[in-house]
């Protein structure tokens, strides 16, 4: 039989995976990867473990894929690099890969696209104050402070205190008809409780309320910690999403605005800290890829496979935690070798 070479565009958990399993069997993988690094969004995570008992967020499956792929023989890594054009014949696909002023060419039997998501820009719901109001944050702000080791410090030069009160406001960009994404991102009731059970460790003092529409339940483990977030007297479960958040300047705090569906009538109440609960959105790269591919997106944006040779993997299909992307990854892998 041939030699056979596979293509993977980006280097996140899910096209590691998929690389990793398909060069295992012997094939040439090319691992393409925009940015300087590997490992995508994952990299910025922190451990979420609570009370030194790991809550399985999956953050630190990374490392293990890293090195795997550090001594694997049959991937050849392109870093800052991106392909700039796709030609297919027969069954082969003639692919240029552009890395800084040089190009190169490869003949490609099969593609897989693992180019992942962008995390939601909170700055485009400018009521909840993202960018203008400097005690407002995102839940991948929180997790970069956390990964960094800064805790809540972080924020004490911002308001000269350390909060006491902290609000997470969920399905940020997400389930929102009105910015076309009516989906729910799946991964951020999950991150929003782990990060709540964290600063609740972390300050004990803290008092940290929750504005939900919906709680996503995956199973198990999430109703577990479900569980512990609710026995906890000082988390707060309120079933609202506030209308706006508005800076108070004497108090170096952000009122929060929402309607208490209880008493049926409008409440504020005032933070600390508020924290965006920012979901998964299509790439930014997904329409250059679409049309060099010829591949299809779905009504949000993310990819659906419509071309023969050509493979997803991970979040490009469509929003999944760090386990549910490795899952899909391993499949499509195996999917790969049979079409090979
Ligand atoms: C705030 C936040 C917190 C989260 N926390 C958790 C958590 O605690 N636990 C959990 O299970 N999940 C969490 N998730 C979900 C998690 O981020 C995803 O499951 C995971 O990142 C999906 O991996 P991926 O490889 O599909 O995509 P990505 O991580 O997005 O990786 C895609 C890679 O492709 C590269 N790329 C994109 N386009 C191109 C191109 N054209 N050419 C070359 N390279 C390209 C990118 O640079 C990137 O390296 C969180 C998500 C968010 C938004
Ligand atoms: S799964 Fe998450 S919480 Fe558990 S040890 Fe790994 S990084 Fe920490
Ligand atoms: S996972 Fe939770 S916060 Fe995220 S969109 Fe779904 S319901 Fe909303």
Redesign the pocket.
Known sequence: MKHKNVLV???????ITTALDIADRGITVHL????SS?????QR?CC?AVNNVCTK???CLLKDKIDKLKISPNIKIYLN???SDVSKSKDRFSVQIKHGNKTSSVEIDAIVI????T?FDAATKGRFGYGRIPYVF???DI?ECFKENVGVQYFEPLSNKIPKQVAFIQCVGSRDPHLNKGYC?R??C??AL?LAMMLREAFPEIKVDIFYMDIQSSGKEFNMLYDQCKDDSKIEFIKSIPTRAQEIPETKSVRVLYEDMAESKLAERDYDLLVLS???MP?E?NQ??ESLLGINTDKFGFFEPNVQGVFL????EGP??????IQHAEKTAVDVMEYL
């Open positions: 565009i980006g280097a996140g958990i899910a096209g393409v990867e925009k940015t590997i490992g995508g969004h994952v995570f979420k967020c999956g953050a690099s991106n392909i693992a180019s992942g998501f995390p995102t839940g991948l997790e991102s991964v951020c999950r991150y782990r920012i979901g998964i790439s790269e250059r890829i993997s991970g979040a490009c999944k935690s760090i386990s549910e992307s």
